[in-house]
């Protein structure tokens, strides 16, 4: 167990629709980070809050959005979802900024089924 | 650009052979990081090791032991005598300290089968 939760472990929903994820860091941990894993693009980046402030982004589309709370616990907001949205949603976390100096622990994932 | 590549997609291995998985990395940065993570069928992603690039020590931790090669770029993973509980897929991926990318960049993953 990392320490990290996510909720909720499985979702299934339409295309057009809305859905929020949901993760709450290791304790003491500042950062999180969400990836998305498909089966045509892996293991990909999509953005790192850093204690309440967004750090980096990587591929994130524009219907996608994150923020993360004063309680550090972070949300994935994914809006006008289409087919290809379907993935695993993981959310990791670390002690500080990253870079590699401090190592990430992932959570179990959420998957996402779109129909 | 940072990138990283698993060449071998899927490994079949019958129990207590010994198996490498390679692992093979791009970056600009003079300072990076390596990491190998573990997702068994569960689907959850277990962390295993992470090496800077300042230290090329070899690495051994019970049956799993990793080597890292600055001069070709590659970090790959031995575990000897491997048990069925080793089936998963093994990623590796890099981050940078310096060139802004700090998240980490996975290779595509490669799936073991440890067959009893």
């Known amino acids: 167990d990392s320490g990290v939760t996510q909720t909720p472990k499985h979702l299934i929903t339409a295309t057009g629709q809305r859905v929020t994820l949901r993760c709450s860091p290791r304790?003491?941990?500042?950062?999180v980070y969400w990836y998305q894993q498909s089966l045509d693009q892996g293991l990909q980046f999509l953005i790192q809050?850093?204690?309440?402030?967004?750090?980096a982004k990587g591929n994130i589309l524009e219907r996608f959005s994150a923020q993360q709370f004063p309680d550090l616990h972070s949300e994935l907001n994914l809006s006008s979802l289409e087919l290809g949205d379907s993935a695993l949603y993981f959310c990791?976390?670390?002690?500080?900024?990253?870079?590699?100096?401090?190592?990430?622990?992932f959570g179990p994932g959420t998957r996402l089924t779109v129909l | 650009a940072q990138k990283v590549t698993q060449a071998q997609t899927e490994i079949s291995v019958v129990e207590k052979e010994d198996v490498t998985l390679d692992c093979v990395y791009e970056t600009r940065d003079t300072t990076y990081y390596l990491f190998w993570y573990k997702q068994p069928p569960s689907g959850e992603l277990v962390f295993l090791i992470r090496r800077n690039s300042f230290d090329e020590q070899n690495e051994i931790s019970g049956r799993y032991s990793w080597n890292f090669q600055k001069s070709t770029s590659s970090f790959n993973f031995t575990i000897t005598a491997s048990q069925v509980v080793d089936s998963a897929v093994y990623f590796c991926a890099l981050s940078e300290r310096y060139t802004g990318r700090r998240a980490l960049t996975f290779g595509s993953g490669t799936r073991l089968q440890v067959q009893p």
């Open positions: 304790s003491g941990d500042l950062s």
């Open positions: 990791a976390s670390s002690e500080s900024t990253g870079g590699g100096t401090d190592t990430q622990y």
């Open positions: 809050y850093y204690n309440g402030e967004e750090r």
